[in-house]
T-cell receptor, first 116, second 112 residues
C-alpha cells in the first residue's frame, strides 16, 4: 500500500508556456501533500504544503503566482508551473502523507521538467 | 535549518558496514531516512520519533539522540542494492507538522 503516482514522468516545453503536474495517492487518502524541487546532485527542497480544500502554504522564496498548487480532493494535488523559463527546469517530486502517529511521507516517482 | 549529514560519500565492499549521521541545530520532533537512486523518487527507510517510537524496514536500523538532535543510520552487511544517495529529513519543533527539511545527502557506493 501507500502508492503515489505522478503524471507526466517527463515534459519538455517551450519558454513561456505553462505545465501542469498531477500527483495522486492511489490507495490511501492523503490529507496533506507536499511538493519538492530537486536540482541535479542536490537535496530535495520543499516548495509548498497543500491540504485538501485549502490554500497551499509556500516556503520562503517560492513564488506562489508562478507555482500554482491545487489540492482538489484527498487523492489529487496539482502543481502548475506558469510561464515556465529555462531556470525552472528541474525534477519535481510530490509526496503524500496519511494521518497517523508517524505521518510518514510517500513519494511519487517525480516529473522531470525541461524548459527550452 | 537544513540538517548536516556526514560523511558526504562512502565507498564500501559488499558485506561491509556503514554509518550515516544526521545532525540538526534545532530541536527535532522526528527524523526520516530515505534512499534515492539516480532519477528515481526517494524510498522510505525509517522514521524515528522523539520519545523512542520507530517504524521502518527489517534490515535497516537507526538511532535518534533527542538531546543531541542527532540521528544515525546503520547499514550492516551491505549489498549492491544499497547503493544510492541517503537523505535524512527532519521535522522541527515539538509537534508533528509533517514538514520535512532534508539534509544534503550521503552518496553510498557498494562494490562487489
Amino acid at each position: 500500500g501507500a502508492v503515489v503516482s505522478q503524471h507526466p514522468s517527463w515534459v519538455i516545453c517551450k519558454s513561456g508556456t505553462s505545465v501542469k503536474i498531477e500527483c495522486r495517492s492511489l490507495d490511501f487518502q492523503a490529507t496533506t501533500m507536499f511538493w519538492y524541487r530537486q536540482f541535479p546532485k542536490q537535496s530535495l527542497m520543499l516548495m509548498a504544503t497543500s491540504n485538501e480544500g485549502s490554500k497551499a502554504t509556500y516556503e520562503q522564496g517560492v513564488e506562489k503566482d508562478k507555482f500554482l498548487i491545487n489540492h482538489a480532493s484527498l487523492t489529487l494535488s496539482t502543481l502548475t508551473v506558469t510561464s515556465a523559463h529555462p531556470e525552472d527546469s528541474s525534477f519535481y517530486i510530490c509526496s503524500a502523507s496519511r494521518d497517523g502517529d508517524y505521518n510518514e511521507q510517500f513519494f511519487g516517482p517525480g516529473t522531470r521538467l525541461t524548459v527550452l | 535549518q537544513q540538517p548536516v549529514q556526514s560523511p558526504q560519500a562512502v565507498i564500501l565492499r559488499e558485506g561491509e558496514d556503514a554509518v550515516i549521521n544526521c545532525s540538526s541545530s534545532k530541536a527535532l520532533y522526528s527524523v526520516h531516512w530515505y534512499r534515492q537512486k539516480h532519477g528515481e523518487a526517494p524510498v522510505f527507510l525509517m522514521i524515528l520519533l522523539k520519545g523512542g517510537e520507530q517504524k521502518g524496514h527489517d534490515k535497516i536500523s537507526a538511532s535518534f539522540n533527542e538531546k543531541k538532535q542527532q540521528s544515525s543510520l546503520y547499514l550492516t552487511a551491505s549489498q549492491l542494492s544499497y547503493s544510492g544517495t541517503y537523505f535524512c529529513g527532519t521535522v522541527l519543533g515539538s509537534s508533528n507538522t509533517g514538514k520535512l527539511i532534508f539534509g544534503q545527502g550521503t552518496t553510498l557506493q557498494v562494490k562487489p
